[in-house]
């Protein structure tokens, strides 16, 4: 069985200052990490995804998440935030053999003005 | 290119009844998961369908159920609704191409409430 801790619930920050959402993962087995956001009323968007290769993922809008192994964290950071960046944020894992994704409980980021 | 619909958008029962929500996944896609995401919380896995049959389930009771249809669709049906169902159900399609993992595309999603 895997799970998904995400260290933070909320996250308040200033626009143009960086960010980084926590994520660490517990698993017995090889497992693919992903960030999703979450817009009001509105279902799950995949930002990025670590299948294999090189442990730093980039999205097209300036987020970035780092696989670490021996941590088994998967942050998300970015150096610039904007007032659009306002929404929720999951970090999910899915076993390299299995069918279902496993979501943590979300970060709510807000970017204030 | 359609993505993942779901109907209805909202849907208001009483505890005891019975529901059904709908998915039609993105075109081209033949496997269809379910989860459900309480307030405040991430989603949590249902089950997934694959040629229309049951392919994974997740920690969830009898009184959840679902299909798929020849054309891919799938339904949903919690019977027995207990106030503790209330939240939003999202469908999420994929295409099995027996990869190790085939990216799943969220719809909207379904709001549940239940009195």
């Known amino acids: 069985a895997q799970s998904v801790t995400q260290l933070d619930s909320q996250v308040p920050v200033f626009e143009e200052a960086p960010v980084e959402l926590r994520c660490n993962y517990s698993?017995?087995?090889?497992?693919?990490l992903f960030w999703y956001v979450q817009y009001p009323n509105q279902g799950l968007q995949l930002l990025l995804k670590y299948l294999s290769g090189s442990t730093l993922v980039e999205s097209i809008n300036g987020f970035e998440a780092e696989f670490n192994k021996s941590q088994t964290s998967f942050h998300l950071r970015k150096p610039s935030v904007h007032i659009s960046d306002t929404a929720e944020y999951f970090c999910a894992v899915h076993e390299t053999s299995g069918s279902r994704l496993t979501f943590g409980e979300g970060t709510q980021l807000t970017v204030n003005p | 290119d359609a993505g993942v619909t779901q109907s209805p958008t909202h849907l208001i029962k009483t505890r005891g009844q019975q529901v059904t929500l709908r998915c039609s996944p993105k075109s081209g896609h033949d496997t269809v998961s379910w989860y459900q995401q309480a307030l405040g919380q991430g989603p949590q896995f249902i089950f997934q369908y694959y040629e229309e049959e049951e392919r994974q389930r997740g920690n969830f009771p009898d009184r959840f159920s679902g299909h798929q249809f020849p054309n891919y669709s799938s339904e949903l049906n919690v019977n027995a609704l207990l106030l503790g169902d209330s939240a939003l159900y999202l469908c999420a399609s994929s295409l099995d191409r027996l990869a190790a993992y085939n990216e799943q595309f969220f719809g909207p999603g379904t709001r549940l409430t239940v009195l």
């Open positions: 698993s017995s087995v090889s497992v693919y």
